[in-house]
């Protein structure tokens, strides 16, 4: 048998501490040491999957350039999260939304352990074990110390070829969506299933509207405000335990521990020649120590899926709103 290659070594090892930390944060989680949605997590175990990707072929590719260091890290990375996916670890929703932060701190982790080997090549076995436990000392602090709870609001408008009191009509009740009638979008595309329908228990403030996903995700709006052709805005009722474990990954489950949307709604503004802005907003609160990492990822998912359905809409009113003139 060929011994392995440095290369191999590397891209081995740093597949096997990455499942190795996966694994022993989330049993952790349980005794509040570590947890996966962590900065140590996210940000840091990349860092050491780089460094250790590169320290073991430094010495054999000594004139490795930086730009070289920056990009050879990420072969670990694509065959730890390839490892997760296909051993059920991971779901493509969380893998998508780490991919960037890995791949971009696991670049820093091998430049990193570049310029450890030029400046101190004999302490490099030091070096590597000291990033490599990095993880595991912050990781506990983090979790009891550091809460950067926050929320924002999101909101899209479109512009709808129809009078508003057409484009109200399609607000409260949404009748069965197709799969050819919703528009393409980046969610689908990671995993987040597409709404199917809409019910209301009845009109005005208190009513119950139920919205139905893809994968049996059932959730409630409860109405708070209701002015007819002009606003209709909810609180989101949503219990975790009724959203099935398949249907969206643990770690971005709706109203779980780390991401929840808390209110949301449409306003109707009209216009003239028979248009109407219709806009859709969502408060998220985001209990993620992730800063502006995770609200970039919040603003791309709840936007495309802002769009896609205010698309639908315009399209259902539009189509109504012909047969209405044709008719009259």
């Known amino acids: 048998m060929w011994p392995l290659s440095p290369k191999s070594i590397g891209i081995l090892m740093g597949v096997f501490y990455g499942i190795s930390m996966r694994i022993f944060l989330e049993i952790s989680g349980t005794f509040n040491f570590g947890s996966l949605v962590t900065i140590s997590f996210m940000f840091l ?15 054999q590719l000594s004139p490795m350039t930086y730009g070289r260091m920056a990009v050879v890290a990420w072969q670990p990375i694509f065959v730890f999260l390839f490892v997760s996916v296909v051993t059920l670890l991971e779901g493509s929703i969380c893998v998508a ?30 070096a590597v074990m000291s990033v490599a436990l990095l993880p595991l000392i912050l990781s506990p602090l983090e979790l ?21 009191d057409v484009v109200w009509q399609q607000l409260a009740n949404v009748s069965q969506i197709h799969e050819g009638e919703y528009p393409s979008s980046f969610s689908q595309l990671i995993g987040i299933p597409r709404p199917i329908r809409a019910d209301m228990s009845g009109d005005g403030v208190g009513a119950i509207r139920t919205s139905q996903w893809q994968k049996n995700v059932v959730f409630k709006e409860v109405i708070t405000e209701w002015l007819p052709n002009e606003k209709m805005l909810y609180n989101f009722e949503i219990d975790p335990e009724l959203i099935p474990d398949h249907a969206l990954d643990q770690h971005v489950k709706l109203g779980g521990e780390y991401f929840s949307p808390l209110q949301g709604g449409y306003e109707l503004v009209a216009s003239g020649d028979n248009q109407t802005l219709l806009s859709l907003k969502t408060t998220v609160l985001d209990n993620t120590n992730f800063g502006i990492y995770s609200r970039v990822w919040g603003e791309v998912i709840f936007q495309d899926f802002h769009r896609a359905l205010l698309k639908l809409m315009k399209v259902r009113a539009e189509n109504d709103n012909k047969l209405v003139v044709k008719t009259g």
């Open 97 to 126: 939304m780490a991919l960037p932060a890995f791949m971009f701190f696991a670049s820093i982790g091998g430049m990193l352990a570049g310029l450890c080997h030029r400046l101190w090549a004999k302490k490099s076995n030091k």
């Open 45 to 59: 175990v990349p860092v050491a999957i780089g460094f250790i990707r590169i320290h073991f072929e430094y010495n």
């Open 144 to 164: 009891n110390f550091l809460h950067l709870s926050k929320t924002y609001e999101v909101k899209n408008t479109i512009v709808i070829n129809a009078p508003v």
